[in-house]
């Protein structure tokens, strides 16, 4: 680890002398693509993961039996990841597009068997590794 740390007014000349982000959105290089593309392809991640999050939520408090607590931990921490996931997605977007529009988020399907709930999470992880 560092124990030095760089002072405030050499950070600061640093900051000022780089070049100020391209304000058009447009993509470069190597990954250039459609803007219209990507906007669509990152609204689409960020639905994704915000439906995840609602379903890994309405789940976690909808679980009964023993083992309810722990599950329910484990899915409060993954639907914590998600959100994390959706807002740097959200801020990423919002520099490539502006404010975003993402669509509305269905509900998951009602369920309170914890087998059953488990099931479905794991298609709903499937379906978001795969992109489906």
């Known amino acids: 680890m560092f124990s030095t740390r760089i002072p405030l007014a050499i950070a600061a000349d640093f900051l000022a002398k780089l070049a100020a982000p391209d304000a058009t959105g447009a ?3 190597k990954f ?3 803007v219209e593309a990507v906007v669509k392809t990152m ?3 960020v639905q994704n993961e915000l439906k995840t999050h609602f379903a890994y939520q309405v789940y976690g408090n909808s679980l009964r039996g023993l ?3 722990a ?4 899915f409060e921490s993954h639907g914590a990841d998600e959100l994390s996931h959706a807002d740097w997605l959200l801020r990423r977007l919002s520099v490539v597009h502006g404010p975003p529009a993402i669509p ?3 509900p998951p399907p009602p369920l309170s068997d914890p087998a059953a709930i488990l099931d479905q999470m794991s298609a709903i992880f499937v379906i978001k590794m795969l992109g489906i």
């Open 27 to 29: 993509l470069e290089g």
């Open 32 to 34: 250039s693509s459609p």
């Open 43 to 45: 609204t689409d991640m």
């Open 67 to 69: 083992a309810h607590h």
């Open 71 to 74: 599950i329910a931990e484990e």
């Open 104 to 106: 509305a988020i269905p």
